[in-house]
């Protein structure tokens, strides 16, 4: 057990190589034709070429990926987010074919992976679920009857959606009746599959979630919740641990809830459940994505740990010893995202080369950037550049390490939404925790561009 | 040195080495008949056909129209040439597309005609020049090939001389195959062999034994029917002892094969092959 | 915080297991060196500049048929080696060491996309393709499976030529390999060709040049006498793409040339516009099983 194959690009791949380095871990990355010169492939032991920049040709490519960990003897292979990381099939290839796959059992990621059946599941054991419909709704007629018993607004969710793709807010009848069609039709384009799920559209809802870590011996911990509800289009942009003004005791339960279910599903290794959090109390199960989130580092801050390190040793068969009582967390981190995008034209994608990056530093402020200056953000993946997490005694220590911090980075060649962020920062609606998954669409947004002129 | 077709002699790897470059060496004497000789002796009322109404004439390939005793025939005839004047003109025994198309045209009409054709092989391969290539040898050898698999009337080849590869077997599918005793027939030349497997191509002989292709080696594979004795001195001017040899054998190949019903003939002529397994 | 009771403890022997290099290939066309089983894994085809890599006959299969469809037969068929070639029965057991190929090519039935076919794939990587009595018999068995159960025939081929350890028989494979397609025609049955890089020899002039559809991929080397020989005998520098495909099909010598991502659609096309050719109530003659046994008892 000694050489990890690392199944994806950018920042999380050279986060992943940097945990492996220093557990004294061989590491071998693979990477699509366009991301030769990337920095995962300079920093890891082996690098090799697996396809075409289409992802489904590279990185999405099982048989390419496998033989990658054939020819150079890696012994796991540890998928990052997205591509391939919630593919049942790819962990089911990677044990035929011998390799440690770094995450949950292929079951488990079949279970959770399809939203709707999950979310049958925890109905079946009497976990919170948001109000909406009990599987998938196969017509318009039902969808339109569900629709009417729980009330509008509500949501379209692809089954086989993630990562906050496949979702469409309809606000009455008439609307609803226009999206349905469209929506499964998305998802059959993007995911495969066209089935969809309705649930009730909460507003002023916050996304809560609680990172679980369970080892293969049935010891399952949390670390703790995030908020997240800092989102645009159902992308998160800013990410705090833990989850500030909500009352201890809901978020108790909150993670009390999110352990239960995790032992409930047998899971292994890192996961994370994510909770609505109604303005009245209430919370309900979204969804449980098995594997790393992008936004772990705030929780590696406040915890003092590394989830990558913690994620190879449960696959590798150690056992957790350390009792929920004893972990403890200190402080508050923000996390920015800072991507290449220009918020003033609408957030339009900014792919460029990557001319000179500034970046700050100091006792509490991280960097977590898949690129160096001279790199190219291409356009075909995603746009994120790095990642700034600040941590301080309390929130606003943090709030003001991560304005400062913000301040000092300057990345030339691209645009990127630093100054956005540090506007969010500043914001009192944000400073007080009045903030809920649509406000940066329709309070901030509006706000800053108003700011702007 | 002489043999009766039906002869098995135990030999040393010396020996066998040493007839099998004898006879190749045979097989390529400058002064051994050729195509035009044979003809000459075999057939009478020659009247040779020219072109493949395509291209032009390739005088690498001889196609005539004959009688071989009372019987009308088609012959077609590899020729290498005994001057330089002629072996330049018929480029050295190799054919290009145009004589295998022109080959072809010689067998259809003979399968309109009934006439039983006769083949005479004799080429070190058949050409391999640029022009050669371009205008389709590969395609022309094949289809020349699948004619000959489907003619309905009888087909004799006889390997005069050198029977190089797939420019010789072009015209050796045929319901009898004779070889003369000092010919050969070989899927690539022994030097071509020896550079191929010592990277040395001075090593022939050795090559040339390896590869079997003797007429000896070829009828104890089942491969030839016939094999012709060449006396002591046969060369273009002392070979009537064996071109009677072959009158006989043609005459009694002639009676016979002439008398099968087109599509019996064609089907015995694909399970001759077919048989061939080898394995 | 160490969350766990073990430590993570890698021994230095163990980390040096990168030392030993695994199989790579060089592409003809941008030179990169590659890792030999992923550049199959993405369909032999060069991720960085698109160029084409010989393909292993397994995976070639794999791309074409439907999915599980593919039966294979005479696996197992052995050279008797013929001449007794000094060096050859040796030579039989390195190649089929290297992988699981048996022999030069590799025969079955399948279906593409719902059209039943025979098919014939050759594969250059056993033996550079050559054609001996083993290659040139499972084209004849084949053939002959097709022409009995009326199945269209396709054959894939790569070769450099026959097989001279198997002298003058291979050299017949030509002659009866002809035949049984001659056959195989007779019944308004179709064969396409698709000619692989590299396909000459004694394969161009038989064969491969005999189907009623000759398909080609790109920058295949096509040709009957190798480029070397023809160099020496003209003594000139060749002419630009000179035996490519693209030079054949300005020449007349080919039907199209197709891309390898293209190769499944084109060939079910054609198959369905075949499909009403030969009679759909004519059933197979005998079951696969009497067909086969009789097919041995002729040679036994």
Request: aromatic residues 6%; contains cysteine; hydrophobic residues 40%.
């Amino acid at each position: 057990m000694n050489t990890v194959l690392v199944a994806n690009r950018g920042e999380i791949a050279v986060r992943i190589i940097r945990t492996c380095r220093k557990l004294g871990l061989k590491t071998v990355a693979v990477f699509s034709e366009n991301d030769e010169h990337g920095m995962p492939a300079r920093l890891a032991d082996v690098s090799v070429c697996i396809g075409p920049r289409q992802a489904e040709k590279s990185y999405l490519n099982i048989d390419s990926i496998l033989a990658a960990a054939k020819a150079f003897k890696a012994d796991m292979v540890h998928p990052g987010v997205g591509f391939l990381s919630e593919n049942d099939a790819f962990a089911e290839a990677c044990a035929e074919a011998g390799l440690r796959f770094i995450g949950p059992d292929p079951e488990t990621m079949r279970l959770l992976g399809d939203k709707q059946t999950a979310r049958k599941t925890m109905i079946e054991n009497g976990f919170p679920v948001v109000p909406g419909s009990e599987g998938t709704v196969g017509s318009l007629k039902d969808a339109l009857a569900i629709a009417r018993e729980i009330g509008f607004p509500v949501m379209i969710k692809a089954a086989k959606g993630g990562g906050g793709k496949g979702i469409r807010v309809v606000g009455d009848a008439a609307a609803l009746e226009k999206e349905f069609a469209l929506v499964r039709r998305e998802a059959e384009l993007a995911f495969g599959d066209g089935s969809v799920y309705l649930e009730a559209y909460l507003p002023e809802a916050r996304h809560i979630e609680v990172q679980i870590l369970a080892d293969m011996h049935g010891n399952a911990i949390h670390l703790g919740t995030r908020e997240c509800s800092l989102q645009r289009k159902n992308q998160k942009l800013l990410e705090e641990a833990p989850a500030a003004n909500v009352d201890p005791a809901i978020l108790d339960a909150i993670q009390q809830t999110a352990v239960d279910i995790a032992r409930c599903v047998g899971y292994k290794n890192a996961g994370t459940i994510e909770f609505l959090l109604a303005p009245d109390g209430r919370f309900f199960f979204m969804e449980m994505n098995a594997r790393i989130q992008v936004e772990h580092p705030v929780t590696e801050s406040i915890y003092g740990l590394d989830l990558v390190k913690a994620q190879i040793q449960v696959a590798m068969g150690h056992h957790m010893a350390v009792p929920q009582e004893q972990i403890v967390a200190h402080g508050h981190a923000i996390e920015c995202r800072i991507n290449a995008e220009d918020p003033a034209e609408n957030f339009r994608p900014s792919p460029g080369v990557i001319k000179s990056m500034t970046l700050p530093g100091g006792s509490g402020v991280r960097i977590d950037a898949g690129y160096a200056a001279g790199d190219e953000i291409s356009p075909f993946y995603d746009s994120m550049v790095l990642k700034l997490i600040c941590t301080g005694d309390d929130r606003d220590e943090a709030i003001r390490l991560c304005s400062g911090a913000l301040s000092e980075l300057s990345i030339e060649g691209i645009s990127h939404n630093a100054a956005f962020a540090r506007a969010m920062l500043a914001d009192p609606d944000f400073q007080s925790g009045r903030v809920h998954t649509r406000w940066i669409e329709q309070v901030f947004i509006p706000r800053y561009l108003r700011g702007q002129q | 040195m002489t043999m009766s077709s039906n002869e098995t002699v135990n030999q040393t790897p010396d020996e066998t080495r040493e007839q099998a470059w004898i006879r190749v060496m045979n097989a390529r004497k400058e002064n051994r008949p050729q195509a035009r000789d044979y003809i000459a002796k075999l057939f009478h009322g020659v009247f040779e056909v020219k072109g493949d109404r395509c291209m032009g004439d390739d005088e690498a390939i001889v196609t005539a129209i004959a009688w071989f005793e009372n019987c009308p025939v088609t012959v077609i005839g590899q020729q290498k040439g005994h001057t330089l004047e002629e072996r330049m003109r018929c480029n050295f025994g190799m054919p290009n597309p145009e004589g295998y198309r022109k080959s072809m045209r010689a067998l259809r009409q003979a399968e309109k005609f009934h006439r039983p054709v006769i083949c005479l092989v004799d080429t070190p391969g058949a050409f391999c020049g640029v022009e050669a290539e371009n205008k389709g040898q590969g395609l022309i050898i094949a289809e020349h090939l699948r004619t000959m698999a489907t003619l309905k009337t009888p087909v004799i080849s006889i390997i005069i001389g050198e029977g190089g590869s797939g420019g010789a077997l072009a015209l050796s599918l045929a319901d009898r195959l004779i070889m003369m005793e000092n010919s050969y027939f070989s899927v690539i030349s022994p030097e071509g062999a020896a550079s191929i497997l010592f990277k040395d191509s001075s090593m022939a002989q050795e090559a040339a034994k390896n590869l079997k292709l003797t007429a000896t080696d070829l009828k104890s594979f089942g491969v030839v029917d016939n094999v012709i004795r060449e006396p002591e001195g046969f060369s273009r001017f002392n070979m009537d002892d064996s071109v009677e040899d072959i009158r006989r054998v043609i005459r009694a190949a002639l009676r016979r094969l002439t008398r099968i019903p087109p599509d019996r003939l064609v089907e015995n002529r694909h399970q001759k092959f077919l048989n061939m397994r080898g394995l | 915080m160490n969350l766990f009771n073990e430590k993570v403890t890698v021994t230095s022997e163990e980390a040096d297991i990168l030392g030993e290099k695994p199989e790579m290939l060089r592409c003809g066309g941008c030179k990169r060196e590659m890792v030999a089983d992923i550049v199959h894994a993405a369909d032999s085809i060069c991720p960085y500049c698109g160029a084409l890599f010989r393909q292993p006959a397994y995976r070639r299969i794999e791309t074409i048929v439907d999915s599980g469809s593919f039966i294979e037969i005479e696996r197992d068929a052995e050279s008797r080696d013929p001449l007794s070639f000094p060096g050859y029965k040796t030579k039989i057991e390195s190649e089929r060491s290297k992988s699981n190929l048996q022999e030069g090519v590799v025969v079955g039935k399948a279906t593409i996309k719902g059209l039943r076919t025979a098919i014939a794939v050759m594969d250059s990587y056993f033996m550079m393709g050559s054609m001996g009595t083993v290659v040139g018999e499972k084209i004849v068995l084949i053939t002959e499976f097709a022409t009995l159960n009326r199945l269209p025939l396709i054959i894939f081929c790569a070769s450099g030529g026959a097989r001279m350890q198997e002298g003058v028989l291979s050299l017949l494979q030509m002659s009866r390999t002809t035949i049984a397609l001659a056959r195989h025609s007779e019944q308004r049955l179709l064969h396409i060709n698709v000619l692989t890089h590299p396909t000459t020899g004694g394969v161009t002039a038989s064969f491969a040049m005999q189907g009623d559809i000759t398909l080609a991929e790109p920058g295949a080397l096509i040709g009957f006498a190798g480029p070397r020989v023809i160099q020496q005998t003209v003594g000139d520098k060749l002419p630009e793409g000179f035996q490519t495909a693209e030079y054949l099909y300005e020449r007349g010598l080919i039907d199209r040339i197709v891309e390898r991502r293209d190769m499944r659609d084109t060939l079910a096309a054609l198959l369905a516009l075949h499909a009403g050719s030969a009679a759909d109530d004519v059933r197979p003659k005998t079951s696969f099983k009497e067909w086969y046994d009789d097919v041995f008892k002729r040679n036994s």
